[in-house]
């Protein structure tokens, strides 16, 4: 399995922006779909975003449509989420996950990635 470690969170106010980033390893990623969801305190994992091989194809959750851009760059292994306008209800832990079946369908269900970073930590204040 590839190896995700995410970064760029923090504790920002309303209306500001973060760009978090998925640094992969052990094998390159440039033939899986990338997704990010988002846990927050005492509610289920949610989806966020996904994108597919080549990053042409893209998926987002409807409350994050028009303020969230995931984008990857397969020469470097990473994956990014760009998150602006960000409101109290984006406060939660942000997970990069790998589909790593080869398949080219940009799924959006979380049993449908086979590997998981740790996470990282966004919180928004009002």
């Known amino acids: 399995q590839v190896q995700l470690v995410e970064s760029g969170g923090g504790l920002v106010q309303a209306g500001d922006s973060l760009r978090l980033s998925c640094a992969a390893s052990?094998?390159?990623?440039?033939?899986?779909?990338m997704g990010w969801f988002r846990q927050a305190p005492g509610k289920e994992r949610e989806f966020v975003a996904a994108?597919?091989?080549?990053?042409?194809?893209?998926r987002y959750a409807d409350s994050v449509k028009g303020r969230f851009t995931i984008s990857r760059d397969n020469a470097k292994n990473t994956v990014y989420l760009q998150m602006n306008s960000l409101q109290p209800s984006d406060t939660a832990v942000y997970y990069c996950?790998?589909?790593?079946?080869?398949?080219?369908?940009?799924?959006?269900?979380?049993?449908?990635?086979?590997?998981w970073g740790q996470g990282t930590q966004v919180t928004v204040s009002s």
């Open positions: 994108v597919g091989w080549l990053g042409g194809v893209t």
């Open positions: 996950a790998a589909e790593e079946t080869g398949s080219p369908i940009v799924v959006i269900t979380d049993t449908r990635y086979n590997s």
């Open positions: 052990g094998r390159t990623i440039s033939r899986y779909v």
